[in-house]
């Protein structure tokens, strides 16, 4: 998107191969929901990016729709506190602070609104 707001041609290499390893240094992988701090950085990145790039209603709809998210995947480890032993009930009430915390940063980062006001 900056290439093409100052201008400059974006070209396509059919040939060309990217090997994207995703943040696998960090222990991050695709077969789980990320712990913090990278779901922090990619959730916060995410609405960053929705922000800048796209209107006011298309990014107030992705916060909306990532909040739910949040709060149906806080659902679900509430809902499994009843199956589980009591030595991973302290590893879910650590996730689920985890998410809530996450949420409360989503709702409180500013809006293109709030950015422009400063």
Sequence with gaps: ARLKQTGLEVWSLPSAQIIHFDAQASGYSTAKLARSPILDYRVLGMDRLWQKHRSPKEHAR??????????????LLRLSLAFAGSKRKHA??????????LAAKLKSAPSRAKHRAC
């Excluded at 992705?62 to 659902?75: D, M, S, V």
């Excluded at 009430?93 to 809530?100: D, F, K, P, S, V």
Aim: aromatic share 8%.
């Design 92 to 101: 879910v009430h650590a996730r689920i602070q985890e998410l809530t915390s």
């Design 62 to 75: 992705w916060q909306k729709l990532a909040h739910r998210l949040l709060k149906f995947r806080t659902g």
